[in-house]
């Protein structure tokens, strides 16, 4: 199984701000099928980007996603308020799927 | 609009059984895999397993094999997920997604969650 670890576990910045959240995979993701989805407390988790760097419906053209291989990296470019959430990786290209662990975006 | 709604709370003793149901609308129900995940509290996201609503087969996390059954009803647009032999670390919000036409697709869509809390 691939197991994706997250970098950093939080992060605290400020509205305005970019952010970068990493995704590191113990072996090589599958035709680069990483996804990134957002998760607000209380709330299923929302789709981010999918196929390393395309973003879904929606999602403003400040977030971007890029990486190969084993390194993947969510940037956020100035930070709106609704953006302050949990972030998950999640590889796709072979099963069993599997998530990262979560980096927690706050308010600083 | 695409909906995925998910039946409500269950509080189970361990041992017992619990299924949860996922109801489509929206879309082609046969036309997206639906995956279920669970979420234990505070903590990440973990898949336990899809099923193809067309054909109704399968493909359920090791971790899960032989406790989980996941099967669907066409006529309504719902897939169901059965875990068995219910431990207290089975405590979760299990979540249903769907991803288009295939196994090795992003999920784009989510159900909102059922809370299930097993509880002597």
């Known amino acids: 199984e691939i197991v994706l670890t997250q970098s950093p576990g939080t992060l605290s910045l400020s509205p305005g701000e970019g952010a970068t959240l990493s995704c590191r995979a113990s072996q090589s993701v599958g035709s680069n099928q990483l996804a990134w989805y957002q998760q607000k407390p209380g709330q299923a988790p929302r789709l981010v980007i999918y196929?390393?760097?395309s973003r879904a419906t929606g999602i403003p053209d400040r977030f971007s996603g890029t990486g190969s291989g084993t390194d993947f990296s969510l940037t956020i470019s100035r930070l709106e308020p609704e953006d302050f959430a949990v972030y998950y990786c999640q590889q796709y290209g072979s099963s069993p799927y599997t998530f990262g662990q979560g980096t927690k975006l706050e308010i600083k | 609009q695409v909906q995925l709604v998910q039946s409500g709370a269950e509080v189970k003793k361990p041992g017992a059984s619990v299924k949860v149901s996922c109801k489509a609308s929206?879309?082609?129900?046969?036309?997206?895999?639906m995956h279920w995940v669970r979420q234990a509290p505070g903590q990440g996201l973990e898949w336990m397993g899809v099923?193809?609503?067309?054909?109704?087969?399968?493909s359920y996390a090791q971790k899960f094999q032989g406790r989980v059954t996941m099967t669907r009803d066409t006529s309504t647009s719902t897939v169901y997920m059965e875990l068995r032999s219910l431990r207290s670390e089975d405590t979760a919000v299990y979540y249903c997604?769907?991803?288009?036409?295939?196994?090795?697709?992003?999920?784009?869509?989510w159900g909102q969650g059922t809370l299930v809390t097993v509880s002597s």
């Open positions: 099923i193809n609503p067309s054909g109704g087969t399968t």
């Open positions: 196929g390393t760097s």
């Open positions: 929206g879309y082609t129900f046969t036309s997206y895999y």
């Open positions: 997604a769907r991803s288009f036409g295939g196994w090795y697709v992003h999920f784009d869509f």
